[in-house]
């Protein structure tokens, strides 16, 4: 699984990004997947995750009621809607694919991920 994120930028405290996670091969809609996120100088922290069947995504307690992860399996892309931006938000985020196909189970610790993209540059100003 090869990931490739994109739609990162500088935005104004307050402003919106969309990001993008485009994926290749035909099992992408078997993998949960995931955004996390590091700031200079932090370590590496779980954003949202979503399951292979899109239901009952889950949030890190800051991001909640801001952020929105999506996924479109026809497409094989996952999305991450960010509002509300907080110069705090400000990282590179990564998306990432469950190390396993057909997980039961959205987890926050980034050693059970075993794809990741690139990472896109996210600056919030205040």
Same mark, same amino acid.
């Given at each position: 699984?090869?990931?490739?994120? #994109?739609?990162?930028?500088?935005?104004?405290?307050?402003?919106?990004? *969309?990001?993008?996670?485009?994926? #290749?091969? *035909?099992?992408?809609?078997?993998?949960?997947?995931?955004?996390?996120?590091?700031?200079?100088?932090?370590?590496?922290?779980?954003?949202?995750?979503?399951?292979?069947?899109?239901? #009952?995504? *889950?949030?890190?307690?800051?991001?909640?009621?801001?952020?929105?992860?999506?996924?479109?399996?026809?497409?094989?892309?996952?999305?991450?809607?960010?509002?509300? !931006?907080?110069?705090?938000?400000?990282?590179?985020?990564?998306?990432?694919?469950?190390?396993?196909?057909?997980?039961?189970?959205?987890?926050?610790?980034? *050693?059970?991920?075993?794809?990741?993209?690139?990472?896109? !540059?996210?600056?919030?100003?205040?």
């Amino acid at each position: 699984v090869q990931l490739q994120a #994109s739609g990162g930028g500088l935005v104004q405290a307050g402003g919106s990004l *969309r990001l993008s996670c485009a994926t #290749s091969g *035909r099992t992408f809609v078997s993998y949960v997947m995931a955004w996390f996120r590091q700031a200079p100088g932090k370590e590496r922290e779980f954003v949202a995750g979503i399951g292979w069947s899109g239901g #009952s995504p *889950r949030y890190a307690d800051l991001v909640k009621d801001r952020f929105t992860i999506s996924r479109e399996n026809a497409n094989n892309t996952v999305y991450l809607q960010m509002n509300g !931006l907080k110069p705090e938000d400000t990282a590179r985020y990564y998306c990432a694919a469950d190390s396993t196909r057909w997980s039961m189970r959205i987890t926050e610790d980034h *050693r059970n991920y075993g794809y990741w993209g690139q990472g896109t !540059l996210v600056t919030v100003s205040s």
